[in-house]
């Protein structure tokens, strides 16, 4: 049995692996050329979805 999981959840889940990917290759030296605010970015945005995941998952 799977258990579907909410789009805002699955859009945080996203943007959380998105991040951890760009942050782990550029840790690498793969992607160099990214500059940091990109990261920084990628972070922001991962804390904003999970925030408002966090608050749709208590009204619901």
Excluded: K, N
């Excluded at 909410?6 to 840790?27: N, Y």
């Amino acid at each position: 049995m799977s258990r579907r999981l909410r789009p805002d959840t699955t859009v945080f889940l996203t943007i959380l692996c998105i991040t951890a990917i760009v942050w782990a290759l550029r840790g690498f030296g793969l992607f160099t050329f990214f500059p940091g605010i990109v990261i920084w970015v990628l972070i922001l945005l991962t804390i904003g979805a999970g925030v408002y995941s966090g608050i749709q998952g208590t009204r619901r």
